[in-house]
């Protein structure tokens, strides 16, 4: 296997970079803490008492598979975006790709940092089409046990009824929300790098795109897509790439899925056998550090997030740049940021190994990118990065490694990206950077 990761900054610098389509106001001075003991629910949207993070168990709904996953994180305005205010009488249009198809879908929403219950007034799944448009005769009405609406927990999440339609790999399909309203902030994932579109009123049925005039690049309550049946039901286990903002694909093209898992999900299905590729980015994620923006640490979200999906079998672990990075800097999003020592970071690695086994799931660890040229590039910072790759490489302590350090690095400076693979940071791969990343795994391996 090629052996090299990539890891992610979302620094202040970073983020100026991200287009902007919200139109909310100023910023709330605090987003909701995460819930603990929350509660999910299975399909027909029952909610059911269960594990940390919404109850959803390491192996759960043998029958359906991963198509789309995206990690949930606490409502904020670091970049504008609709989270911190929320949807009143508003339909929120969404559109994602699955890598691999079957004969029906679901669809999970997540309230996980909401503190009141959400109520979902109706929901449904289309073929997408243009921006907001989606396939004249495609819109179909999702049903929660059996009904049109459904109230997830604060905390919590559901599964929606499965929904007998074809559905091909690689295909985009449009979720769309009404949201009858207030919800309160919402729960939603921040750096989607694809257009989501905001209507006023209920639309939820509409194939045109006219009513829908506003734009963000944020996904909302929606945190995964699950199929079941067809033709790719045997293929193998699902395969979970967990990281920050090199995972989420940040310096990426929108709304063109040149993320590296969605690259790797291309390379799947090119050889005829489609399977489950899960992106469980989140950008600026730390391993060892909580964040309110960035999401909950490595070693906290990975039970839910990682493990936590439909029949996953291999875990592609790539973080640890942002401890790196933003170690002692009191300027980070959150604030004053700890300084992190490799030795620390090794431990938080030894913790992913550690849960990933004892579910029985293979976990292949990254190396870290380069990043000499970067927003919070130090060389006490290089020699961190140096030391962890060097205990990923050599340790044999993760199952397999891909060294993505060596395959984005320029010969001339091992220290940095190659220009081309640079998407302008010295820290974010470009579109051509997350094909390479994808061509270093071999995917005999996961």
């Keep these: 296997m090629a052996r090299r990761s990539g890891v992610a900054l979302f620094a202040a610098a970073a983020l100026a970079a991200v287009p902007a389509f919200g139109t909310e106001g100023a910023p709330v001075a605090a987003a909701a803490a995460p ?34 996953a995206a990690s949930p994180q606490a409502p904020h305005a670091v970049i504008p975006n609709w989270s911190t205010q929320g949807f009143a009488r508003q339909t929120v249009r969404q559109v994602v790709r699955v890598s691999t198809g079957g004969a029906k879908a679901r669809i999970e929403l997540t309230n996980r940092y909401g503190r009141t219950p959400l109520t979902v007034t109706g929901a449904t799944l289309a073929r997408a089409g243009k921006g907001a448009a989606v396939h004249n005769g495609s819109v179909r009405d999702l049903l929660f046990g059996g009904k049109r609406s459904v109230t997830v927990p604060a905390g919590g999440e559901v599964r929606s009824d499965g929904l007998p339609m074809k559905v091909r790999a690689l295909e985009s399909l449009t979720v769309t929300l009404y949201l009858a309203g207030p919800t309160g902030p919402a729960t939603f994932h921040q750096a989607a790098l694809a257009t989501s579109y905001r209507a006023a009123g209920d639309h939820r049925s509409d194939t045109g795109a006219a009513a829908f005039t506003e734009k963000s690049v944020s996904w909302y309550y929606l945190s995964g897509v699950e199929v079941s049946g067809g033709k ?53 994620n730390r391993v060892t550090v909580d964040s309110i923006w ?8 990975f039970r839910h997030d990682a493990l936590g999906e439909p029949n996953v079998g291999t875990v592609i672990v790539l973080e640890g740049i942002n401890d790196i990075g933003a170690s002692a800097s009191p300027n980070w999003p959150d604030g004053w940021a700890p300084d992190v020592s490799a030795a ?30 970067a927003a ?23 199952d397999e ?21 640079d998407s302008g940071d010295h820290l974010h791969p470009s579109d051509a950077g997350y094909r390479a990343m994808a061509a ?3 995917l005999d391996e996961l």
Excluded: C
């Excluded at 960035?294 to 979200?301: C, I, L, M, N, S």
């Excluded at 690695?349 to 293979?362: D, F, W």
């Excluded at 891909?402 to 693979?421: C, E, G, K, N, T």
């Design 344 to 373: 620390q970071l090794v431990k938080g690695h030894r913790e992913l190994i550690r849960q990933a086994r004892a579910a029985g799931v293979k976990v292949i660890g990254a190396t870290v990118t380069p990043f000499k040229g």
């Design 35 to 68: 819930a603990a003991g929350a509660a999910g629910a299975g399909e027909g949207g029952a909610a059911q008492a269960g594990s940390e993070h919404g109850g959803r168990a390491h192996g759960s709904g043998k029958e359906w598979r991963g198509g789309w």
């Design 376 to 398: 919070y590039y130090t060389e006490r910072g290089e020699a961190k990065r140096d030391a962890l790759n060097d205990w990923i490489r050599t340790s044999g302590e993760y």
């Design 294 to 301: 960035a999401g909950e640490k490595g070693v906290a979200r």
């Design 232 to 284: 790719d039901a045997a293929r193998r286990s699902a395969v979970v790439a967990f990281g920050d903002s090199i995972t989420d694909g940040y310096g990426s093209s929108v709304d063109t899925n040149r993320r590296y898992p969605d690259v790797l999900a291309e390379r799947f299905v090119a050889e005829g056998r489609p399977r489950s590729v899960l992106n469980q980015g989140i950008g600026g």
């Design 440 to 442: 270093a795994v071999d």
């Design 401 to 421: 490694v891909i060294d993505l350090d060596r395959a984005l690095s320029d010969p001339a400076d091992r220290d940095r990206l190659a220009p081309a693979y």
